[in-house]
């Protein structure tokens, strides 16, 4: 038996699929060149080589606006948004040394000025002692920043970046010894640093609600020894 798969209006000798006896997943893009709508069919039509005579299995279908797939919504026929994600995760003090370490991302703004900073966040609950990579609201400039006691205690920054950009950072906190790695390179160093010696419990997507990241993130991890040179540039490339 054959029976074929196809969209209208979309790009490519893909608009066409053929359908075997086995589970088989059919994507097709738009082309937004055509003003007329876009349709997906599940097809027996004899001139795109089907039978005339089938029976066929067919699980879920998706239309999404943009080039990439969301998360399905339940929604009974009306319109959702989706709600944003936050990670917000405590009681880590067991599991990070507070001496030294590395926090790294991969990461991506949805805009590169917004109304306020946009943090991924290592520290304590009171959010006066802590580590973090920093999304300036203005002038598209990236920072290594800490505090300690809340003072001023880690800052590098840069603006040789953009933001929405797909970005790899990496912050080595040690004490004199702090390093900013983007994207394979070591953009600065900061030597004049206080000991982190307070208890890293937090690790989340903000300093507080008006500070959440709003991006797409790829990797978060923290490292409990402070890596080398080589290392962080490997983890960053």
Excluded: H, M
């Excluded at 009974?76 to 926090?103: F, H, M, P």
């Excluded at 609950?125 to 809340?150: C, M, P, Q, R, T």
């Excluded at 970046?161 to 080595?172: E, H």
């Amino acid at each position: 038996q054959n029976v074929t798969f196809y969209g209208r209006n979309v790009i490519g000798q893909d608009s066409i699929a053929e359908v075997t006896q086995e589970w088989k997943r059919f994507e097709f893009t738009g082309n937004t060149g055509v003003s007329t709508s876009y349709f997906s069919y599940l097809g027996v039509r004899t001139d795109y080589g089907s039978d005339t005579d089938i029976d066929v299995l067919v699980w879920g279908l998706q239309l999404e606006e943009l080039p990439y797939a969301t998360s399905y919504i339940p929604t009974n026929g009306a319109i959702g948004t989706r709600a944003a994600e936050q990670l917000a995760k405590s009681g880590l003090g067991d599991y990070i040394n507070s001496s030294e370490g590395v926090l790294y991302a991969e990461l991506k703004s949805i805009s590169e000025e917004s109304d306020a900073d946009r943090y991924i966040y290592l520290g304590d609950s009171s959010n006066e002692n802590f580590v973090a990579i920093v999304y300036k609201d203005i002038d598209n400039e990236l920072l290594a920043y800490g505090l300690k006691d809340n003072k001023s205690s880690l800052f590098i920054s840069t603006k040789n970046y953009t933001l929405t950009d797909n970005l790899k950072i990496a912050i080595k906190w040690k004490e004199n010894d702090c390093k900013l790695y983007v994207n394979g390179n070591l953009v600065g160093t900061d030597i004049d640093t206080q000991a982190f010696d307070f208890t890293f419990t937090d690790l989340k997507t903000r300093k507080n609600s008006a500070e959440s990241f709003y991006g797409n993130i790829k990797d978060l991890r923290v490292y409990t020894t402070a890596l080398t040179d080589e290392e962080l540039t490997q983890l960053t490339s």
